[in-house]
Structures are given as structure tokens and as C-alpha cells.
């Protein structure tokens, strides 16, 4: 398309329309939401338990938020405004969050010292340490034990060297009835010669039993995604050695050298990717010719979110109801009926989920929502007795500053522009009780709509509604 007939440029523009101008057309209930089922695909090959994806945003998905979210059978893609190492880190971290027994441990040696070990505990979001020499277990230091020592004390003066251990051959259940026993929360694994082989936790051990619909692995392990620059293949391939799923994250992928580049990488990787953002049937059918079988999904959505500003100071954009339609309808051209397609972008409740559903979307990925919660990276705020944490757009000046994610936006020449902004969300507590109001608003948005699941959603009608005022 494109129009050089300035008469009617207006008059023949398609409509773009925001979340509140729109309603779900309500059709005959067949079942009670309740049993509404919202299982759906996140790529090609990863089915999700719900429809939710937090944010590869540095105010919303490293590793803790991305263990949540897999708990409950959603993802989360960690972000990438940090160091290949540190992003590689918090993927580590996701997987090794649930493994009955760990296998990927991070240790310490006998030499470092009591800061040593705080900083990597904080840094990992771990409470201990096995002191290990020659491959040998020598000791274990919990953060009890670190806490009132002298910052400058040497790990061997302080450790527990008297390891309770267990052997490789040790079940789920023996070992929960060890820990109990001797009142540790840490069961090193060790083979007959004492050599250090892993690592059982009791906390693991017990939230195991309790996630029903977590998403996991053949091992075992939770499932994690990882965001990517096009242009950094050794961070791509790094990633990949742990990563469930790469998720190439640009503004605008509808870009010829992020297209080619993002070639490259499915090429050498031999693994699809999700691609995005793009906006429009063209980006979506572009993206498809050239990566072919290499696209794993795509995330649909450019200038809409909470910490956008990029159509207000560009004038560019595509809201995401209407870029979730273009790449269902290019979709349907192609009748490439496999390739999910995930809105993203300005959604703050499971009706706007539902909504971008019926629009063609598969699964929706939440920045604000999540980046209010507990498991999201940043501090709870206390301003005047009430609670915030902070959100922020990739693009802004601050994130920008980070110096990782400059990439994400292509490069105009001059004075780099800031296309998102900072804000402060209300606190909502855990990501837990957020995941089940968005699961009950969605369920109930299903029943409404006279559906059974999100498959069925996308038939749904929808009724104009510009007059809405926002509640
Ligand atoms: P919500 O509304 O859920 O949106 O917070 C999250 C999505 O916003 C996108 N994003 C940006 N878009 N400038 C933009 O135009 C930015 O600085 C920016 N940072 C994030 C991104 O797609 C995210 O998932």
C-alpha cells in the first residue's frame, strides 16, 4: 500500500483502535468460565499453561519475576540491558530454580571473603554457598552464617566444615526427611570420594510439589526466555546453551539490517526465534520471506505501551489491537496457522487481553501490570505512606544510560532521542494473586463472549465503541 492521493490519504486510512473503544460482542455461554480453557502457545514449540508473558523490560523480568511466571505456566523473557554474563546469569538462575537436585551451583572458594559471598548471593538471589576446593566439598556458607561477620573474614574461618551430605542415589522423599532430621535447608551431593556433584534444597524440593500447571523442561527445570540484540550472535548462541526460547527484541523489526542480521542467527543457531516488534501485514509477511521457518513467533504491538512515547514524539506507530490483526490476517494469507502471534503493549487487565484474543492474538505480554509486582526487579517505594515500584520504558534516557539496549533503536544520526519515559506504578503485591485476577478476568471475558478457550476467542465479534469514557 501507500498513497500519494493527498484528497483522500485521510478518508482511505484504516482505523487503529485503542483497548477502550472496543467491546467483546457477548454470545451464548456454553460453559462456566471456570472451566474456560486458557492454555495456549507462547512459539512453536513451547505451549503455555496461561496466556501471560512478562516483559523483557529491566523494571520487570529478570530472574526471580521469570520463576514466577513459569510457576504458574506462563514465561518470562529476561531482559537484555546488562551484560551478556549477567543476562546469561539470570537465565542460570531460572533453571536452576527447580531441579531436584542442582547441578549448575555457584560455589565459592575458601580464600574469598565474607563480601565475596554476599555480593554473589545477592547477585544470584541465593542464600548459600558450597565452598569448594580441587572438586572437592570443604564447607558450605549460608546467609545466616555471613551475616554478622566481619565483611573482611576469609570464607575458611567462618564455613560450616562439618557438611551434612547425601549421595547421588538419594529420592525426593529421603531427602526431605534428612533435611528435616538435621534442620538444614541445603543437602550437598557428593560421590564416594567426596568429590562435589550437586545440590538439593529444601525450599525447591517443597514448592516442587505445589505449582500443578508450571512450565518445565524434560529435566524437570522451568522454562525461561531470553531477550537478544539482532546484532549480537555470540550473546545469541551463549544464551542458547540455556535458553528455552530467543526472543529478538528491537523497536522495529521491519528493518532490512535487523532482518538479515536476525538471518544470520537463526542460520547458526539452526533455532527459530520470536521476532518483533512489527506493526503491520507488510513487517509480519516480510519477516516470514526472509527468515522462513526461522520465525518461532511473533510480538506484535510498536509505540502503544504504558512507557511509550515513541508515536508521540515520532508520530509513528501501531496500536496493538490493530498490529495483533495484521499479522492474524497475514497469517491466514499464508496459512501458516503455527506461528503465534503475542500482543504487546499497553494491556492492563485480562479484558484487554481478551480483547487482543479476539483480535488474533495468542498470548499477551504485560510490562506494567508485572513491573507493579513484588517479583519485578526494583525496590517497593514508600512515598507518603503509599507503595510504588518503577517502570520504564526501554528507550527512555535512564534504561538508555544502562548502555546495553541503545540497539534496541535504530540509530537517526543525531542527538539520541528518548521514546519511553519513566513512571511510578501503584505496588499490587505478589505476581501470584496479579496472575489470578488476570486468569479470572480472562475466564470471565470467555464466558461472555459465549466461548470455550482463546482459539475460539478469535471468532469472537466485537462492537465499536468510541464513546467509552474510562472508568
Ligand atoms: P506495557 O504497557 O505493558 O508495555 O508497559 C510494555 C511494552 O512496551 C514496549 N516498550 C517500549 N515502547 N518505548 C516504546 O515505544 C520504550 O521506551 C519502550 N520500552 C518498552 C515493549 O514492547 C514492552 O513489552
Redesign the pocket.
Known sequence: MGSNDFYTKLSDSQEAFAFNSVLLRPGKAVIEPKDADISTNFSKSIRLSIPFIS???DTVTESRMAIAMARRGGIGVIHRNCSAEEELDMVKAVKRAESFIIRDVVTIGKGKTVKDAVDIMNRQSISGLPVVEGGKLIGIVTSRDVRDEDPSARIMDIMTKDVITANESIGEEDAVKQMRKEKIEKLPIVDKDGNFKGLITYKDVKVKGKYKSALRDSDGRLLVAAAVSPFDIERAKMLLEVADQLLIDV?HFHNTNVMSATKRIVKETGKPVIV??LGTREGVLDAISELDEGVAGL?M???????????DVTRAGSPTLYAVSQAAGALQELGAHNIPVIA?????NGGDAALAFAFGADAV?????F?ACYESPTPILDIEGKQFKK??????KA?RERGAIVDRYADSGGKKI????EMLVPYKGRVDDAIDELIGEVKAAIGYAGKTDIAGMKSTEVLRAPQREKK
Request: hydrophobic share 35%.
Open positions: 516483559s523483557p523490560m523497536a518483533g516488534n510480538r504491538g510498536l509505540g502503544s505501551g504504558s512507557i511509550c512515547i515513541t508515536s504487546d503493549g499497553g494491556m492492563k505480554m504485560f510490562g506494567y501490570v513491573a517502570h520504564r520504558g526501554m528507550g527512555s534504561a528518548a521514546e519511553g519515559i
